[in-house]
């Protein structure tokens, strides 16, 4: 069966530049029958709502998150599509109760990576390997808002202000525009960390991080099934993620340890998709940076924060007629970013004998339930039913 899905993939390998078409090339192709698929990838341009409309055409639409603005498409367009795909089951049981879809219609489908077999015949951790600590760990991903990080490092304030975990060092790998680089920047240094955290930018080379971890963090308020966590499941390292959309699943035998912020779970329950994530980090206790803020806050910080889509309360000074507000916001905060410390210290804590197995099983589990074989033939399924 396994040479069978790769000969019929294959030829995804070797699609050149004539075998591409530029997108005002569509009609011909409609008008000679050309086209019996097509995907629309968490999008549909109002320039292609009319491909809805052909009952020859195969309609697939992937949606990535439960939550994401896409199943807003999902919504409208759900009875001309042929095939929904989302990538957990979390997703896939949210549009069923949104939305009374038939179940058969949605379809998950995995998301794998495609790792050298050489990399992975180079992993095999031992125990004396384990017990060897780097005391290092870190984030590999984009640094937009939803990844959450701004939190995250008011959480390692307080692990590194601790002479317990001083020996620690903390590495964050990815990147996202130059006001955001620079807004972490300035964080580390007004939290006084600065010789504890490194700013790697973007890498092409990541194996060199997850060989330097201890474990891997992942502090975001939405998710749908994240690469860096399968990547680091790969690797046989720990992780540390926030119990939001799928994430879960990912983790069927409770082998990692789970970041639970208040409120977000009871959002993704009652929204189908929204526009950005102001909602979710509000729950968290962020500030939405709406523009009358001037006119409710005193901004107590040498930063540009006019830029800024959320800021932390502890910033900000409120007036009397929002003080309550801020109140509540500042409280909520606090506990979360107490959730994200708290969690650190457990994986920080954790008996080597357990790490070990947690490791273990989690690659494992990928390898059987996330594998490429899976992610074709589910395709390939979805193509020929």
């Known amino acids: 069966f396994t040479d069978v899905i790769d000969k019929k993939t294959n030829v995804f390998q070797i699609i050149n530049e004539y075998e591409i ?13 050309s086209i019996d698929y097509i995907f629309f990838n968490s999008f549909i341009h109002d320039d292609f709502k009319f491909l809805l409309e052909y009952d020859n055409i195969h309609k697939i639409f992937i949606t990535h998150s ?4 896409s199943n807003y498409y999902i919504k409208l367009y759900h009875q001309k599509l042929n095939k929904i795909l989302t990538v957990n089951q979390y997703t896939k049981e949210k549009l069923i109760k949104f939305l009374n879809i038939d179940e058969n219609k949605i379809k998950m489908i995995v998301n794998y990576k495609n790792y050298n077999k050489n990399i992975n015949n180079e992993i095999n951790t031992t125990k004396n390997e384990l017990i060897k600590k780097n005391y290092k760990f870190g984030v590999i991903t984009r640094f937009s808002d939803d990844k959450n990080i701004i939190m995250l490092l008011f959480s390692l304030q307080k692990i590194f202000l601790n002479q317990e975990y001083e020996h620690y060092k903390f590495y964050l790998v990815g990147y996202e525009n130059d006001f955001i680089y ?9 939290l006084n960390i600065e010789k504890f955290v490194y700013f790697e930018g973007y ?11 201890d474990f891997i963090i992942l502090p975001s308020v939405s998710e749908g099934c994240p690469y860096n966590v399968l990547e680091s499941m790969f690797y046989e390292k720990l992780i540390i993620l926030s119990d ?35 909602g979710q980090l509000e729950k968290l206790g962020y500030i939405i940076n709406y523009e009358n803020i001037l006119d409710n806050y005193k901004i ?18 409120p007036n009397k007629s929002n003080l309550q507000k801020y109140t509540i916001s500042l409280n909520i905060w606090n506990r979360n970013v107490n959730q994200i410390y708290n969690t650190i210290i457990k994986a920080i804590q954790i008996d080597t004998e357990k790490e070990l197995l947690f490791n273990k099983e989690n690659k494992h589990f990928i390898d059987t339930h996330f594998n490429k074989n899976i992610y074709y033939s589910t395709l390939l399924n979805i193509i020929y039913e």
């Open 21 to 33: 078409y530029k997108i005002k090339d569509i009609n011909y192709f409609i008008d000679n029958n």
């Open 66 to 69: 439960d939550v994401a603005y």
């Open 182 to 190: 620079s807004y972490m920047q300035f964080l580390v240094k007004y």
């Open 203 to 213: 890498q092409n080379n990541i194996k060199k991080y997850y060989d330097l971890f």
């Open 244 to 278: 939001v959309g799928g994430n879960k699943e990912l983790f069927p035998n409770d082998t990692t340890f789970f970041i639970h912020y208040d409120g977000i779970k009871e959002f993704e329950a009652s929204n189908l998709y929204i526009n950005n994530y102001y």
């Open 300 to 317: 107590d910080i040498d930063f540009d924060v006019h830029q800024l889509n959320v800021i932390p309360p502890l910033f900000l000074t």
